[in-house]
């Protein structure tokens, strides 16, 4: 919300972003039960010109900009791998400090900071995957339409029931004209297939 009241780019929304998480962290519960469950945050930021994914580990942070007609997703995992345009300057130190990267073999920040196996996450059944595979089937011609029924897909788990149900689901347009209005649709109830 403060990258989107401070800043009028989404690089700039990105940097507002990054400042706020080096100074103050992260952290609490992300549930209302007294189940204790916390994790770190994905970011999908864009603007008329631009997108960046911003993903983050505690204070430490990666983020990628997103190619010119390319397509990209995050769900509840970290994705950013060894494309990294942007990060924290302390980043690979840090994980190096961890015993976590040996500063030999290149640095990928997915694998390094998460326990998913990165080579397997386009290929294995997750929300990661399924999302990836249904935006790049739809790669060059994705309208809202198939942007909303990507977002209502049950089976592919993106639109997810029970415990960890979806709470809210949205799509915007960001036309490059900038006298042509931006139109941003918004779920209003917990199940983005209603």
């Known amino acids: 919300r403060l990258g989107l009241e401070r800043a009028d780019t989404a690089e700039k929304a990105l940097t507002v972003i990054v400042d706020l998480l080096e100074k103050y962290g992260q952290g609490g519960n992300c549930m209302e ?4 469950f916390t994790y770190h945050n994905s970011f999908l ?9 911003l993903e983050t580990s505690g204070k430490y942070w990666a983020a990628e900009k997103v190619e010119a007609g390319g397509v990209r997703n995050i769900s509840n ?15 690979q130190k840090y994980a190096k400090s961890k015993g976590w990267w040996d500063g ?4 990928d ?6 326990y998913v196996n990165t080579a397997r996450m386009t290929t294995s059944r997750g929300r990661y ?54 139109i941003h649709f918004f779920t209003g109830t917990p199940d983005p297939a209603r």
């Open 33 to 36: 039960s007294h189940m204790a």
């Open 45 to 53: 930021i864009a603007d008329r010109k631009e997108a960046w994914v």
């Open 77 to 91: 995992q970290l994705s950013i791998t060894t494309k990294i345009d942007r990060q924290h300057p302390e980043l």
């Open 104 to 107: 030999e073999k290149e640095f």
């Open 109 to 114: 920040f997915a694998a390094t900071y998460s």
């Open 129 to 182: 995957c399924e999302g990836y595979k249904l935006l790049n089937k739809h790669k060059g011609s994705i309208t809202s339409e198939t942007m909303m029924e990507i977002l209502r897909d049950k089976e592919s788990g993106i639109n997810m029931e029970g415990g960890f149900m979806t709470t809210g689901s949205m799509v915007s347009v960001l036309p490059q004209e900038p006298n042509l209005p931006c």
